[in-house]
């Protein structure tokens, strides 16, 4: 192998880094703005029920498949929008890289 080549695969290597970070971190954020929201409208029907004599403490923050799609749906719409801009941009590695990484869908797992 040559430098040229050895110097492509490492910036391809990098390009799926980075893809692969940016559509796990956008899943990551929608898992915790479903969280958060949750937990907010628990609060508040809880203090509700607290003025209504009847406390209801139970705060539920378990993670369901729903709420891990749900992620990964705010992840695609994101690497879609992506794509559209590195097509513009004529990024076609990097395009070919989200296709593979969307196209799995598991940002999660390793």
Request: proline share 0%; hydrophobic share 40%.
């Amino acid at each position: 192998m040559d430098t040229l080549q050895i110097a492509h695969e490492s910036a391809l290597y990098s390009i799926c880094y980075t893809v692969q970070s940016v559509v796990k971190e956008a899943s990551t954020q929608a898992l915790h703005r479903i969280l958060r929201n949750r937990i907010t409208q628990a609060k508040t029907k809880t203090y509700n029920k607290l003025h209504e004599n009847a406390a209801d403490m139970n705060i539920n923050t378990n993670i369901t498949e729903k709420d891990v799609e749900i992620a990964y749906d705010a992840a695609r719409r994101v690497g879609e929008r992506w794509m559209s801009k590195l097509l513009q941009a004529g990024e076609e590695d990097a395009v070919r890289i989200l296709k593979i990484v969307l196209k799995n869908g598991r940002f999660f797992e390793d």
